[in-house]
């Protein structure tokens, strides 16, 4: 059985929220040991220990080895709550782990090969992850830190499935018993769509020596004369000029 992180723990006797703020408070961190066909266990874990361990994606993929007054237990770690505005832990399920007995981890899925694929390097593909981790059964000493999916060999438009992911020998995938999901696919990248201020821009310029289009109502130019004003104006000159020469005769 590969044991990858080792660390202490001490029983705690005290529960409920008000206990776990004031564990929190003082740098330790709750937690609960339960399962191996013992009673649960409420345990005290120290919280700045757990930190230099929780960046490392082998701390939820692999045994780790708990100490409690001495005692070794090992265990795989099912959830770990993290405060929702700071890095702080604020709860931690473990697991205990039988010898004998399956048990259930979800491991990462490391992909390798993606930028010598013919879809990328060549054809101008983007890969999409679909997929990034797996849940998997098998004995304690069969279970790997993570599986490795080749992409070297797919070419544009391709896909790989949960069932493509090879695995080593005792471990299992239970979601294939139900379903084939889609893990990793090379596409084509999406055309880039015209700036949509730009299209309207482009839009409001008219064509190039076309006469601007007065908007419908709107008042004509300063010195523009109304249609008929010329005509209008020579008749009312006719009408004003026998009246001069009648002034003559007089």
Same mark, same amino acid.
């Given at each position: 059985?590969?044991?990858?992180?080792?660390?202490?723990?001490?029983?705690?006797?005290?529960?409920?929220?008000?206990?776990?703020?004031?564990?929190?408070?003082?740098?330790?961190?709750?937690?609960?040991?339960?399962?191996?066909?013992?009673?649960?266990?409420?345990?005290?874990?120290?919280?700045?220990?757990?930190?230099?361990?929780?960046?490392?994606?082998?701390?939820?993929?692999?045994?780790?080895?708990?100490?409690?007054?001495?005692?070794?237990?090992?265990?795989?770690?099912?959830?770990?709550?993290?405060?929702?505005?700071?890095?702080?832990?604020?709860?931690?399920?473990?697991?205990?782990?039988?010898?004998?007995?399956?048990?259930?981890?979800?491991?990462?899925?490391?992909?390798?090969?993606?930028?010598?694929?013919?879809?990328?390097?060549?054809?101008?593909?983007?890969?999409?992850?679909?997929?990034?981790?797996?849940?998997?059964?098998?004995?304690?000493?069969?279970?790997?830190?993570?599986?490795?999916?080749?992409?070297?060999?797919?070419?544009?438009?391709?896909?790989?499935?949960?069932?493509?992911?090879?695995?080593?020998?005792?471990?299992?995938?239970?979601?294939?018993?139900?379903?084939? *999901?889609?893990?990793?696919?090379?596409? =084509? /990248?999406? %055309? &880039?769509?015209?700036?949509?201020? #730009? @299209?309207? !821009? $482009?839009? *409001?310029?008219?064509?190039?020596?076309? =006469? /601007?289009? %007065? &908007?419908?109502?709107?008042?004509? #130019? @300063?010195? !523009? $004369?109304? *249609?008929?004003?010329?005509?209008?104006?020579?008749?009312?000159?006719?009408?004003?000029?026998?009246?001069?020469?009648?002034?003559?005769?007089?």
């Amino acid at each position: 059985m590969r044991i990858s992180f080792t660390f202490g723990a001490d029983p705690r006797g005290a529960q409920g929220k008000g206990a776990s703020r004031r564990l929190r408070r003082s740098g330790k961190v709750p937690a609960i040991l339960y399962g191996g066909h013992k009673e649960a266990q409420a345990l005290v874990l120290d919280q700045q220990n757990l930190l230099t361990m929780i960046g490392d994606e082998r701390f939820y993929s692999s045994i780790v080895q708990i100490k409690v007054d001495g005692v070794p237990q090992e265990a795989i770690v099912k959830d770990v709550q993290m405060h929702p505005a700071r890095n702080v832990v604020v709860h931690v399920d473990l697991q205990r782990v039988i010898e004998n007995e399956a048990i259930r981890l979800h491991l990462p899925i490391h992909f390798k090969g993606e930028s010598i694929s013919p879809g990328v390097k060549t054809e101008g593909g983007i890969v999409s992850h679909m997929r990034t981790d797996v849940e998997v059964s098998c004995l304690p000493k069969d279970l790997p830190e993570f599986l490795e999916l080749d992409l070297s060999q797919m070419s544009l438009n391709d896909t790989k499935f949960l069932a493509d992911v090879p695995l080593p020998p005792g471990v299992t995938i239970p979601e294939l018993s139900h379903r084939n *999901a889609p893990v990793v696919s090379i596409h =084509a /990248p999406r %055309a &880039a769509e015209p700036e949509p201020v #730009a @299209a309207e !821009a $482009a839009a *409001a310029t008219p064509a190039e020596g076309a =006469a /601007p289009t %007065a &908007a419908p109502g709107a008042a004509p #130019a @300063a010195g !523009a $004369a109304p *249609a008929g004003g010329e005509a209008k104006k020579g008749e009312e000159k006719k009408e004003a000029a026998p009246a001069k020469k009648e002034g003559g005769k007089k």
